[in-house]
């Protein structure tokens, strides 16, 4: 064994816990270990610390340093909400975690991460508590005074806190769900090179976009880009005699679309925009649904979007 320099880039590494060859008075002292994941310089290492205290330090800043640099890649890309499912992540664990509830006390629950979705599940009944999305998500270690080997899950609207039994444990759960976000960030930078296939990822099942903003039908084939909110072929029809004043475009083929485009109708979309065009709609012109008749739809639309 030997000290030597070397400059370890954090994309695609991961750290864990050395446990062979460590503890109080053994003779290669306390150890972890880093380890390239993808790309032609894959390597595997194990460091050894003098005493406890250094090494958690030391595991402390890769860790913070590895949850950076996954921060800063994640900050490049449009983040899509709901492609988890679509992206095709292949990791999948299952086990028991104690997770911290919202008056801070600790439950020990069942966690199933698969196809890059993190389900907190009751050990029980398997009754699903929490379900966490993980793309936009950062996993990264946590102290805590009353729970060892802890970790968070963190994204813009939430935190949540798990530990486990060991400090293996714990970093075996952190590696898995980095994988999870590496991929679905490797999907997402697929997507931005085509938006044209990035909007479809704004629609259908799982989305704030899930049918048509006029008649709820689940088929989604164009986009009112200056309404903000996207419709099924019929009724994106009736919106084309507005079109004076109206920016449409086609989801899916033929539809030539820009990652500004893109990202307005991520922000926009049926959900926050449709309430709002709502308001525009007299009081005896009722929402038809997919099979009203055509002047119904005629006339909603006209009043919808005057």
């Known amino acids: 064994w030997f000290q030597y320099g070397m400059c370890v880039d954090f994309q695609s590494v991961e750290l864990f816990d050395e446990e062979a060859g460590a503890g109080e008075g053994g003779e290669l002292g306390f150890g972890f270990g880093l380890r390239k994941i993808s790309g032609s310089d894959k390597f595997h290492h194990i460091f050894y ?29 449009c983040i899509v909400s709901g492609v988890e499912e679509r992206s095709g992540v292949k990791v999948k664990k299952e086990g028991i975690l104690k997770v911290m509830g919202s008056t801070g006390k600790w439950h020990r629950r069942k966690i199933n991460l698969s196809n890059g979705i993190l389900e907190v599940q009751t050990v029980k009944d398997s009754v699903v508590k929490e379900r966490l999305l993980l793309g936009g998500c950062t996993v990264r270690m946590m102290e805590v005074s009353d729970r060892q080997y802890s970790f968070q899950i963190s994204s813009s609207s939430q935190l949540v806190a798990f530990a486990a039994e060991s400090n ?117 012109v009722k929402k038809p649904t997919e099979t009203a008749p055509l002047n119904d739809k005629v006339e909603y639309i006209e009043n919808k979007y005057r």
Not at 52 to 72: A, L, P, V, Y
Not at 213 to 238: H, M, P, Q
Not at 252 to 261: A, D, H, P, S, V
Request: charged share 35%.
């Open 49 to 77: 610390a003098p005493d406890q205290k250094r090494k958690d330090q030391w595991m402390k800043n890769i860790d913070r340093g590895i949850s950076e640099t996954i921060e800063c890649d994640a900050s490049r890309l």
């Open 168 to 284: 293996v444990k714990r970093f075996e759960w952190i590696n898995s769900i980095r994988d999870s976000i590496r991929a679905i960030m490797a999907y997402q930078e697929r997507l931005k090179d085509n938006p044209g296939l990035m909007v479809k990822e704004l629609v259908g099942k799982g989305t704030d976009n899930d049918c048509c903003a006029d008649c709820g039908k689940a088929e989604i084939e164009w986009a009112n880009l200056t309404a903000g909110v996207f419709v099924c072929r019929l009724c994106g029809s009736y919106h084309r005699p507005l079109t004076h004043k109206m920016k449409l475009k086609p989801v899916g083929r033929g539809g030539k679309w820009t990652i500004e485009e893109v990202l307005l109708m991520k922000q926009r979309g049926n959900k926050r925009c449709g309430a709002e065009l709502e308001e525009n709609v007299e009081e005896h």
